[in-house]
């Protein structure tokens, strides 16, 4: 099993910056693709960014150029450092793990990101 716990949301306006970590602990060492993901108050839970075990990154376009994935895999910590925010970036920040040879995959707990305009 894997624990993924993130930090380092919070308030912060229009064109602000913040970063978010997500802390995995467990079987990490069987963790392949890690991401973020996001949910707006009545929308459904989207996609933002993942990356792979050799670093290999994927971001969907509404975020590209303004967030940057990155993964340290001797701290077993995830990040994502939000630049140039908008108040339609407000959501719930969600850490996922996807594990090797379809063993399953983990969610964090979220973390809340406000951005005011």
């Known amino acids: 099993q894997v624990q993924l716990v993130e930090s380092g949301g919070g308030l912060v306006q229009a064109g602000g910056s913040l970063r978010l970590s997500c802390a995995a602990s467990?079987?990490?060492?069987?963790?392949?693709?890690m991401g973020w993901y996001r949910q707006a108050p009545g929308k459904q839970r989207e996609l933002v960014a993942t990356i792979g075990r050799r670093g290999l990154t994927n971001y969907r376009d509404f975020v590209k150029g303004r967030f940057t994935i990155s993964r340290d895999n001797a701290k077993n910590t995830l990040y994502l450092q939000m630049n140039s925010l908008k108040p339609e970036d407000t959501g719930v920040y969600y850490c996922h793990a996807v594990m090797d040879w379809g063993k399953g995959d983990y969610w964090g707990q979220g973390t809340q990101v406000t951005v005011s305009s």
């Open positions: 467990g079987s990490i060492y069987s963790i392949n693709v």
